[in-house]
Nanobody, 129 residues
Framework: QVQLVESGGGLVQAGASLRLSCAASGRTFGSLLMGWFRQAPGKERAFVSAISRSGRSTGYAESVKGRFTISRDTDKNTLYLEMNSLKPEDTAVYYC??????????????????????WGQGTQVTVSS
């Protein structure tokens, strides 16, 4: 089992920055694919960003490219999402996700929510205009 705990959400004004963190436990961090998803009110959960086990491959939704940066720190067993130039449309609950794939390519990542077996409880990000 993998436990994921997000933190770092909050209420900010448009144009501000936030950094989300996701602390992982239960499995060797390097064996986990990791990703961020978000769900706005009345909408389905949507892909935001993902990172491979090695950290060398990353992917982003078009709506956040150039503004968000995903990273992982193996020493701290923590996933991060640096969010800059925030917009009101970024308002959502942000979820950290993980999938245990120790035997897959270390550069593989996925944007598909159905491939992730473990999810955090979510952290609210609200961006006011």
């Amino acid at each position: 089992q993998v436990q994921l705990v997000e933190s770092g959400g909050g209420l900010v004004q448009a144009g501000a920055s936030l950094r989300l963190s996701c602390a992982a436990s239960g499995r060797t961090f390097g064996s986990l694919l990791m990703g961020w998803f978000r769900q706005a009110p009345g909408k389905e959960r949507a892909f935001v960003s993902a990172i491979s086990r090695s950290g060398r491959s990353t992917g982003y939704a078009e709506s956040v490219k150039g503004r968000f940066t995903i990273s992982r720190d193996t020493d701290k067993n923590t996933l991060y999402l640096e969010m800059n130039s925030l917009k009101p449309e970024d308002t959502a609950v942000y979820y950290c996700a993980a999938d245990y794939k120790p035997y897959w390519s270390s550069n593989y990542y996925t944007e598909e929510a159905r491939e992730y077996d473990y999810w955090g409880q979510g952290t609210q990000v609200t961006v006011s205009s």
